[in-house]
């Protein structure tokens, strides 16, 4: 079955260190890959997609992910995290289902950054 | 300023109370999209549309009409809401949404309660 997994309800960092949060993926072909982030009471926001080249990629707010094939993952990375980047992340994949293309999100995983 | 409104933001309301919930996009963006949101479950989509007058179902729409007679507008219509529709709906749009080269635009949520 086509998937997108994020194993980590919650994450919590210390602000200033670097902050993972993990994605991991199982589709038929090529994949194309997002990460969206949700702030409290807001709808969610674009961070960064890949669908083909560099197998990391930047995106927004000094975000970036790592496409990892061999390991079906795409992880969120930042190197040094502010307490304005807590929020809902979400990992999305594009599969192809039912006769069309579908994107699938992630159940999501609440990054929690502490002073 | 490019954004997909919906309204209302909270809406309390009692079962088999028909009602609707609206979505306007100023970005003349030919796919649409409803999704609802619960906890650990991700975004789940409702229906969507490829462009005017073209509808389909997503992956949970029972329970849930939609319409699109005009490019701008994807009202969701629940023509009796059960407890089992409270959740947190998001509609969004993307220029073209065949492929999901592009990355989603998201409205900032309907909160409804059906009691």
């Known amino acids: 079955a086509q998937s997108v997994a994020q194993p980590e309800d919650q994450v919590n960092v210390a602000e200033g260190n670097p902050l993972t949060v993990k994605c991991t993926y199982s589709?038929?072909?090529?994949?194309?890959l997002f990460w969206y982030v949700q702030y409290p009471n807001r709808g969610l926001q674009f961070l960064l997609k890949?669908?083909?080249?560099?197998?990391l990629v930047k995106g927004s707010y000094g975000f970036e992910a790592e496409f990892n094939k061999s390991q079906t993952s795409f992880h969120l990375k930042k190197p040094s995290a502010l307490v304005s980047d807590s929020a809902l992340y979400f990992c999305a994949v594009r599969a192809w289902k039912d006769s069309s293309y579908k994107l699938i999100f992630g159940s999501g995983t609440r990054l929690l950054v502490r002073p | 300023e490019a954004q997909v409104t919906q309204n209302p933001r909270y809406l309390i309301t009692v079962t088999g109370k028909k009602l609707t919930v609206t979505c306007s996009q100023n970005m003349n963006h030919e796919y649409m999209s409803w999704y609802r949101q619960d906890p650990g479950l991700g975004l789940r989509q409702i229906y969507y549309?490829?462009?005017?007058?073209?509808?389909d179902k997503g992956d949970v729409p029972e329970g849930y009409k939609v319409s699109r007679k005009e490019k701008r507008n994807f009202p969701l219509i629940l023509e009796s809401p059960s407890p089992n529709q409270t959740s947190l709906y998001f509609c969004?749009?993307?220029?073209?949404?065949?492929?999901?080269?592009?990355?989603?635009?998201f409205g900032n949520g309907t909160r409804l309660t059906v009691t």
């Open positions: 589709v038929s072909g090529n994949p194309y």
């Open positions: 969004a749009s993307s220029p073209k949404g065949s492929s999901y080269n592009s990355p989603l635009h």
């Open positions: 890949y669908i083909t080249g560099d197998n």
């Open positions: 549309s490829m462009n005017v007058e073209v509808t």
